[in-house]
């Protein structure tokens, strides 16, 4: 099972990887400052599951480590990217964020415990 450390690096570089193409195939400069923020953005989301769901037993994956979770993620970052009222910064920051969430569940997902479709805190 992945640790905090683990699940803070891959956010890290998620969050890197996703600012850097960002940047490249928008042809924005790419700002260190801005970069950094992104890794660590992510490895700090990357995070939340477990503090909101946190490991003490081996069925502690409920809700927030779902694949519905993943699902209300993505569909709620279709959503950010079709709000005409935000810039295209804005809808990147989001969407930086939420890989960096997801990071954490595709982590998880490779552990043979895996991923619950939908569990519900209590169940089994």
Known sequence: MPNAKQHAIVGAAVGVGAWYLY???????????????????????????????PAIHPNHRSILHSYMCAGLLSYGTKWVWENPTL???????????????????IADGQT?????LIRLMGDN
């Open 112 to 116: 043979p415990k895996g991923l619950p």
């Open 87 to 105: 810039d295209r910064d804005q809808k990147m920051h989001w969407s930086v964020c939420v890989l960096g969430y997801l990071s954490h569940l």
């Open 23 to 53: 940047c490249r195939f928008t042809e924005r400069p790419l700002d260190l400052g801005e970069l950094l923020l992104a890794g660590g953005a992510c490895a700090v989301v990357g995070l939340l599951p477990d503090v909101f769901e």
